[in-house]
């Protein structure tokens, strides 16, 4: 019996050694690019493009974020993103409640046949010709709503809502509300959202993480540049100090130029992901609880 109990202790160490090594080598799998990163953004461009950088800082040097941050349009282009980022992701909340809410409901007649037509959007589509003439017709190029409007409701995202709706809110008591004379809009405002605010959270960082980081759309709907989001301008600060790298005819000059290209590629990408890493630890508990919930029971 106590060899039984020693030999069972000694499998769960070996075990719980065995996952320990194994997250210690995921998490610096992870996190090394982060930390390369933002390393190379405030080291020495030579020391950068000549390999000596392997962690840490190797010659302290902000050049490459005072040239991104004196570029008057990146604060034009972080203005325009809050904006469209803040908007968009309030209407695909919106949205994505009142199409998950109903689907959630067991007496909603035909919610099945839905779903499969909601699904089948997630594998099929028009393609970006017939989204772009769409666009058109409406008249919405040169238009927030050109990037808003398309991309309304993710199916991915209102299936995750619906699944939380109908595992975490007792529909027993949806229906004594009912009873109690409650409206569905009652319903849904006084009882189902106050109770998912969790998958609200994790739904909010999704869509939000999508339109910070999206940039395609703009370069199909949008020429004004007054209209442009941050990830417009910060790929012109790439392709322009590409260019000016081929161009130049001098080599010294050239190297100079790649080297100083290197550290902004760097600086502009910690410039355009800080905003939402800065934002992830103070809805992580509701990213862990919603997305569990919302993705397994059900």
Known sequence: MNFSVNR?????????????????????IVLYPLLFTLSASFSDPKMVTTGKLILWPVGYNLEAYREVFNNAEIWLGYRNTIIITVLGTA????MTTLGAYPLSRRDLYGRKVLMVIFTFTMFFSGGIIPIYLVVQKLHLLNNWL?????GVISTYNLIIMRTYFQSSVPYELQEAAFIDGCSNTGILIRIILPLSKPIIAVLALYYAVDHWNSYFSAMLYIDKRVLYPLQMFLREILVMNQAQNLMDSSAEEMARRVMRAETIKYSVVVVSSAPMLLIYPFIQKFFVKGVMIGAIKG
Request: aromatic share 4%; charged share 15%.
């Open 8 to 28: 069972k202790a000694k499998g769960e160490i070996v075990f719980e050694a065995v996952n320990g090594v194994l997250l210690i080598v995921i998490t610096a």
């Open 91 to 94: 209407l695909n909340l919106l």
């Open 146 to 150: 050109s990037l808003l409007l398309p």
